[in-house]
């Protein structure tokens, strides 16, 4: 494909600002189980995101590369209506903004890299 493509960088962008700030609280495996057993941490988050199985929801897969709305993680940040417990993140800060949400999408529209 040519033309511009809206480059996301993981390991900036999302990794340091959102998943540090917003998610590595509960998603981690400091002195914890990371809740659903989901560790976001730098160095490990992409692995335990990409082509892996959702652990609260049977057939579902985190994260698609190429297919941001069949990604379990864009359902759970966006609420989605079939998703097995709450909205993400659950305990403060507010949820991410419509700009962040967009981030990740693009992000996994670009096939999820790890960048």
Known sequence: PSGQTNTVTF????QQQIF??????CHT???RTPSSN?????????ANLV???????????RVVPGNPSGS???QKLEG???????????NGPPFLTTEQIALIRQWIQNGAPNN
């Open 20 to 25: 540090n700030p917003a998610c590595v609280a």
């Open 80 to 90: 989605a209506p079939d998703i097995v417990g709450l909205r993400m993140p659950r």
């Open 29 to 31: 495996d400091d002195g």
């Open 51 to 61: 082509n892996v199985a959702s652990v609260g929801k049977a057939g579902a897969t």
């Open 72 to 74: 379990y993680l864009i």
């Open 38 to 46: 989901l560790n976001l941490k730098t160095g490990v988050s992409i």
């Open 11 to 14: 390991s900036t962008q999302i």
